[in-house]
């Protein structure tokens, strides 16, 4: 699992004066065009021009816009880069190691304030729901419903997301007891069956209206 | 199931004048003494003395200080005058009303307006998420986990506030597709099995770490 905190990389020692300067530009003006254009509109280009830098300097301090995203909205890491780790292996406990590596995350007090900050943000900033929404969609739940195949693949991946966002609010933004200070374990054993049965379940007894 | 709006009562026709304006000052003394001293603490006496009205108004308009948080807060209803027709009946399919019942109220528009803005109030105010926290321990967790009779009914309730504040979340706050615009009855077909399991199912292999 990948979980490199970005922006902290920036105040490492020994790097050139200036540099994080430019970083921290590209970083505002990243944030200002996503929030103005979405994930989806918002260009590399049109970043390096807000930011007044070389759309080459992006990719060197970043890479690609999917990890230009996660540094400007703080996500504590790149779901693009956990995604393979969860799908890989047995499907009869995929729901299994995608609560473990949710509460494993959780548990990491940097994590868990990233990841708590960016749903109360989405909660309250309509500007950041849509920019998470269109890239939750590109970059999460597009690949998940492609390796899901079935025809209902999006909205298994989107139940999957109202349970996770739904732990992130009771447990740690409303702190409802004993959810917020039960051990990690009893959470991911009992959230890990919904998980299972929204990724490979049934999803009711029949598809009526859908 | 009762879903009658607080606010709007005050405005009816055919009322004395002044007494709207006494109705909205109960209104903004008890959102004021909540926030700052949280559901459990904050009291009539002290909503009143706020207001600079008698204790026996507050009786009048609202009822108890449940039905005036209620009121105060903006929720869409009062979670304690529906939990009694949820718990009633099979408890087999306690999970598939709850889900119909959560569905009902979120496909109303003003319903939805309202439970969609105290999810994003509680998500962005930390006083708003301890009122609601405390509100919801005291009239709607306690109440299920005594009906529910086991020793893990509170968390079993939390469990059940997970998914659905989640849902609330991912459907109508983040929006995403295609969750936000499918079918309710899709919607209340997927969730209520997970509703089913969290009330009265295993919640995992053992109970180790609880």
């Known amino acids: 699992m990948s979980t490199r905190p970005e922006r902290p990389a920036a105040r490492r020692a020994g790097r050139r004066p200036g540099t994080s300067g430019t970083r921290e530009a590209i970083?505002?003006?990243?944030?200002?065009?996503?929030?103005?254009?979405?994930?989806?509109?918002a260009s590399l280009r049109g970043i390096a021009a807000e930011a007044g830098v070389d759309q080459k300097l992006i990719a060197h301090f970043f890479g690609s816009k999917q990890q230009l995203f996660v540094a400007a909205v703080g996500l504590p890491f790149n779901p693009g880069d956990v995604l393979p780790a969860i799908l890989a292996g047995d499907p009869d406990s995929i729901g299994e190691r995608l609560a473990a590596l949710l509460v494993e995350v959780l548990e990491q007090p940097e994590l868990h304030r990233r990841l708590t900050g960016v749903v109360?943000?989405?909660?309250?900033?309509?500007?950041?729901a849509r920019m998470l929404r269109e890239f939750l969609t590109r970059e999460l739940f597009g690949p998940a419903a492609e390796f899901?195949?079935?025809?209902?693949?999006p909205f298994r991946a989107n139940l999957v997301g109202s349970q996770i966002?739904?732990?992130v609010m009771a447990r740690y933004v409303i702190a409802i007891e004993p959810l917020a200070t039960i051990s990690p374990n009893a959470v991911a054993a009992a959230v890990a069956p919904t998980l299972q049965r929204y990724l490979l379940g049934p999803l009711g007894p029949d598809d009526r209206d859908r």
């Open 27 to 41: 970083l505002a003006a990243a944030g200002q065009q996503f929030a103005e254009h979405g994930y989806d509109r």
């Open 120 to 128: 109360r943000a989405a909660a309250s900033e309509p500007e950041v």
């Open 148 to 153: 899901l195949g079935a025809e209902d693949g």
């Open 165 to 167: 966002v739904g732990l």
